[in-house]
C-alpha cells in the first residue's frame, strides 16, 4: 500500500513536465530537419545552425505547450530567445579569434618575427619567399617596442591627471560648477574620435615645434586624450562607492582630507581603479588613426620617444595590408599583419590579467 501511494504521489509530481530528455531529443530534430532545410537552400553550416535553432525552438516550445501548458511555454519561448541572442552575439566573436588565430600562429611561427625589424626588408626578397611563407623575412619587433613605449607615456600621463581629477570631482567639487563643467567636458571627451585627438596633438606641437613634428611623445599626448575621460569615469565611480563611514572615521581620530584621501579612500578603492586604468589602455592600444598622424610609420628600432618617428602595431598591420612590401606578393606582408593582430589581442590579455591580479592584491582584506 504504501508503495502504490509513494508511486501515486511520484506520478502526480511529474505528470505535467516534460520528460528530462525532451531538450535532447528536440536538439535532435533540430538537428536532422535543419540540415534538410539548409540543403534545400543550399548547404552551409551557418545556414544549417540557423534553420537548426528555429526547428529546435518550435519543436521544444510546442511540446512544452502541449505537456506543460502556455505558461510554461511561454518561459522556455522566452528561454530560447535569451540563449539564441547571446549565441549571436558570441558568434563574430569566436570567429574573429578563430581566424586570427589561424592566421596569425603562421606569422609567429617565422624566425625572428618577434626579434627582427622590417629595416632592410625589400619586395625582392618576398618574392622570393617559398609560397609556404618559411622564408618570410623581417618582424615586428620595432612596433612592439613603439607600442609599448607609447601606450607607457600615454599611461604615465593619463592616470595622475585622471585620478586627481576624479578625486576633485567626488572630495572636493561636492556639485559646484566648476565640478559640473568638468564632468560635461568629460563626457564630451569621451564621444571624440580617435582621428580628432591625433589632429589636436599634431597641431599642438607643430604649433610649438614646428610643422611636422612626428614622435612617439606626440602620438602618447593624443592616446591621453582618449584615455583620460575613461580613468576619470571609473576612477570617479569607484571613489564613490567607498562608504562614507570610512571617511567619517578617520576624520574622527583627527586625520587631516588629503590624509585620509591618500591613506583610506584611494586604498579601498584601488581595485576598481585598477580595472579602469586597465580598460582604458585596452581603449588606446589598438587605435590606429591618432599614430599614423602623430607618429607616422618606420620600419628601424626607435627607442626614443621624443625624437624621430615611430611604429606601433597597429600602424604595422594598416601598413603591411595596404602597402605591401612586394604588391606582386603580398602574402609575405599579410602574414606578418595576421602576426601582428594575434600578438596585439595577446597583449590586451595579458593587461586584463594583470588588472585581474592588481585587483585581488591590492583589494581590502575581508578577515576579522
Known sequence: MASITTTARRSALTRNRLPRYAIWAAVVVGLVL????????GFNPFGWGVFAAI??????????????????????LATCLVVGAFLVALLPLISVIWTVLVEGTKGLATPGFLTTSMNGVSGIQDNESASDGTKVLGGIYHSLLGTLLITLWATIISVPIGL?????????????????????????MTGIPSIVAGLFAAALFATIFGPGTKTGFVAAVALSVLM??????SSEEMLRIVPNELREASYAL??????????????????????????????VIGETAPILVTAGFATKINTNVFADWM??????????????????????????????ALVLIICVMILNLVARLVARFFAPKTGR
Open 311 to 340: 611604429s606601433s602595431l597597429p600602424t604595422f598591420i594598416y601598413t603591411q595590408i595596404l602597402n605591401p612590401t612586394s604588391p606582386s606578393n603580398p602574402d609575405p606582408s599579410l602574414q606578418r599583419a595576421w602576426g601582428a
Open 254 to 283: 583627527g586625520v587631516r582630507k588629503w590624509r585620509t584621501i591618500l591613506k583610506v579612500v584611494i586604498p579601498t578603492a584601488i581595485s576598481g581603479i585598477a580595472s579602469g586604468v586597465t580598460l582604458a589602455i585596452a581603449r
Open 34 to 41: 535543419g540540415a534538410a532545410l539548409s540543403t534545400l537552400v
Open 164 to 188: 586627481l581629477t576624479s578625486v576633485y570631482l567626488v572630495e572636493y567639487g561636492n556639485g559646484n560648477r566648476l565640478s559640473r563643467g568638468i564632468t560635461f567636458f568629460v563626457d564630451v
Open 55 to 76: 526547428v529546435f525552438t518550435a519543436v521544444y516550445v510546442a511540446w512544452s505547450g502541449v505537456v506543460e501548458g502556455s505558461r510554461k511555454a511561454k518561459d522556455k
Open 228 to 233: 583620460i575621460p575613461v580613468v576619470v569615469r
